[in-house]
């Protein structure tokens, strides 16, 4: 996915803040799961994040190019799942690595709840392999 660098994303040091990476991989999995449509339109009801670990490599700065975020789904378990991220700067080098784990949430209960055999199905497709 093409995620575009927005001028708000800059820190005091003239690159993105380390916290508006977050964002950005949020872009790029989001698109991920509307591209699943009905499969995975229960996620979209209700899912949340339970974990992130970010690698930083180096720095991005602003420019009216996008950057470039790949995303993936790392494993599928029965109540969560995890996507990896790579983002790489505008000059194509990798400039951060990540994983975030999330599970899919009844709102009406309150609570965790499995992912259906079609949002399984679908995740399974974007597994990358190891």
Known sequence: ????????????????????????????????????????????????????????????????????????????RHASFGVGYEMFDHDGEPAARAVSRLSPISLPAGRPRRLLPKEREFLDAWRAES
Do not use: K
């Not at 995975?40 to 991005?60: A, F, K, N, Q, W």
């Open 1 to 76: 996915m093409r995620c575009q660098v927005r001028w708000s994303d800059m820190d005091a040091f003239g690159h993105v803040n380390n916290a508006r990476f977050l964002t950005l991989f949020e872009e790029a999995r989001t698109a991920l799961i509307l591209d699943g449509g009905e499969a995975l339109s229960g996620l979209l009801d209700g899912c949340v994040v339970t974990r992130h670990e970010i690698d930083y490599l180096r720095p991005v700065t602003y420019r009216r190019d996008p950057i470039r975020v790949d995303c993936w789904v790392t494993d599928v």
